[in-house]
């Protein structure tokens, strides 16, 4: 019962919320003529279907909450016509049960330019910006010395958790990997109980899950934990040991997402990170070729 008076909760969301983006929106706005006898504001009904190239009765019921199914393509196509920007864009899906978009921006990731601002001004402090997941979505250069395995993948392999699960022991930068990765695999459950059900979240845990019988056996004990500040062990190919302590920091938008700070525990580690910033070759695991400037 509890499932069901949720899903009509959503729909009754949906539904408000299509009527009042709608209602803001004025025909000209649209390249309609504004008209002379409208009893509501806004566009009527069929003229948000015809821009969205939609079914008049589809759309009137999905505006009225019924239970039916939308495509992505479908409601991209009225996100366009109803003007949304990205957060509302994001709340759409969200409330037509639709949690895996494409992101809007395409390969940008939706940070807000301040942002990187920030990485940047954190120089030399390794700073980064993740998501629930432990996707990498940006940093700055002093993050790419310690990380240089991470960053160096494609925007779609870039992620912290598979990388240092699944990469051999000599590629990984991370020291003391058995207190930081249950840690990290909790972070990463807490997270996950806001998205059960998504395929990108199902899948992604299947798949390390099949690639990783420690992850495996480390999901399987259901642990869970917030982000908070940890200790860091690095080692690096050309200064050896950096000590670093984490600190992690909510972000208002994208949702999720938090920058992460690393800084040094003594001044030994704080003159190896200054000396990697002057000096940012990569240098290659002769065994695996992997870059291991971390």
């Known amino acids: 019962m509890t499932g069901i008076r949720t899903r009509n909760t959503r729909r009754e969301e949906l539904a408000a919320f299509l009527r009042s983006r709608r209602e803001r929106i004025r025909p000209e706005d649209v390249g309609l003529p504004p008209g002379l006898r409208r009893r509501t504001p806004g566009l009527r009904r069929e003229e948000v279907a015809q821009l969205a190239g939609v ?15 939308a495509s992505v393509q ?3 196509a009225i996100a366009r016509t109803l003007r949304l920007d990205a957060a509302e864009r994001e709340h759409l899906y969200r409330l037509a049960d639709l949690p895996e978009i494409a992101d809007p921006a395409g390969d940008g990731d939706g940070l807000d330019a301040e ?8 120089d030399p ?3 980064c910006v993740y998501n629930g997941r432990y996707d990498l979505l940006a940093w700055n250069a002093a993050y790419g010395t310690i990380f240089a395995s991470v960053v160096g993948r494609p925007r779609l392999e870039r992620n912290v958790l598979w990388r240092v699960f699944t990469m051999p022991d000599c590629c990984c930068p991370l020291v003391n990997k058995d207190e930081e990765l249950p840690q990290m695999v909790a972070t990463l459950r807490a997270a996950f109980g806001r998205h059960v059900g998504e395929p990108a979240w199902t899948g992604f845990v299947t798949r390390l899950s099949a690639a990783s019988p420690d992850f495996a056996r480390m999901w399987a004990m ?4 917030r982000p ?42 704080r003159r190896r990170l200054e000396w990697l910033t002057v ?7 002769p065994l695996h070729g992997e870059p291991v400037h971390g």
């Open 55 to 69: 079914g008049v009765t589809w759309y009137t019921w999905l505006e009225q909450g019924r239970p039916i199914n």
């Open 74 to 76: 479908v409601l991209d």
């Open 115 to 122: 942002v990187h601002t920030i990485l940047r001004q954190l």
């Open 125 to 127: 402090l390794p700073a």
């Open 222 to 225: 259901h642990e869970v934990a």
């Open 228 to 269: 908070g500040v940890r200790m860091k062990l690095f080692k690096h190919s050309s200064v050896g040991l950096i000590r670093l302590t984490s600190t992690s920091m909510a972000l208002a938008a994208p949702p999720e997402t938090r920058i992460v700070v690393y800084t040094p525990m003594d001044d030994e580690s």
């Open 279 to 285: 000096h940012p070759e990569v240098a290659h695991c």
